[in-house]
T-cell receptor, first 114, second 111 residues
Framework: GAGVSQSPSNKVTEKGKDVELRCDPI?????LYWYRQSLGQGLEFLIYFQGNSAPDKSGLPSDRFSAERTGGSVSTLTIQRTQQEDSAVYLC????????????FGPGTRLTVL | GQQLNQSPQSMFIQEGEDVSMNCTSSSIFNTWLWYKQEPGEGPVLLIA?????ELTSNGRLTAQFGITRKDSFLNISASIPSDVGIYFCAGSSGGYQKVTFGTGTKLQVIP
């Protein structure tokens, strides 16, 4: 069956530009997460969506970062005025919602800010 | 906030050797998870633990949920080259709670 997909797989942008990263979760999964993984580092939680509840944005590092989830399915992570320190792999995960512990990850988007 | 300390940070082992890695938390978790990440891919769930003291196996992998609920370990027996990757522990308080990930253990297997 289809897993979590993310696009683009790679994104190179210039400092100061805005970028949008997309996540398509597994169909029927109500929970969706975004994480950031810097080179050789662990996973840094960014934001969490659960059904129709207000998202948990506590992990967003600055107001340049935002995310939305339309129709309870596809999610977009937007980074405005990108900085070089934003360079990382951005991972999306979804879970069924009844057990949010079991997250299924996408392959990630590698963002490089020049 | 919750913090997970994972050790060792990296390991080089000979093929056929057993491997052990562990994770400790500053607070109690109700669920412990172990993931493996290979280059260019997202983490994949290996084992989930839901009860203190629980010992669960998945093939050559065995993980335990510590009695104090503040630690967990993962053992890999008779390592093979395809075991190479980064292993992450993760914990959560259960229900609609976000999961906290450890910093990862990078495993390299020498054929």
């Amino acid at each position: 069956g289809a897993g979590v997909s993310q696009s683009p797989s790679n994104k190179v942008t210039e400092k100061g530009k805005d970028v949008e990263l997309r996540c398509d979760p597994i169909s029927g999964h109500t929970a969706l997460y975004w994480y950031r993984q810097s080179l050789g580092q662990g996973l840094e939680f960014l934001i969490y969506f659960q059904g129709n509840s207000a998202p948990d944005k506590s992990g967003l590092p600055s107001d340049r970062f935002s995310a939305e989830r339309t129709g309870g399915s596809v999610s977009t992570l937007t980074i405005q005025r990108t900085q070089q320190e934003d360079s990382a792999v951005y991972l999306c995960a979804s879970s069924p919602g009844t057990n949010t512990d079991t997250q299924y990850f996408g392959p990630g988007t590698r963002l490089t800010v020049l | 906030g919750q913090q997970l300390n994972q050790s060792p940070q990296s390991m080089f082992i000979q093929e056929g050797e057993d491997v052990s890695m562990n994770c400790t938390s500053s607070s109690i978790f109700n669920t412990w998870l172990w993931y493996k990440q290979e280059p260019g891919e997202g983490p994949v769930l290996l084992i989930a633990l839901y009860k203190a003291g629980e010992l669960t196996s998945n093939g050559r992998l065995t993980a335990q949920f510590g009695i104090t609920r503040k630690d967990s370990f993962l053992n890999i027996s008779a390592s093979i080259p395809s075991d190479v990757g980064i292993y992450f522990c993760a914990g959560s308080s259960g229900g609609y709670q976000k999961v906290t990930f450890g910093t990862g253990t990078k495993l390299q297997v020498i054929p």
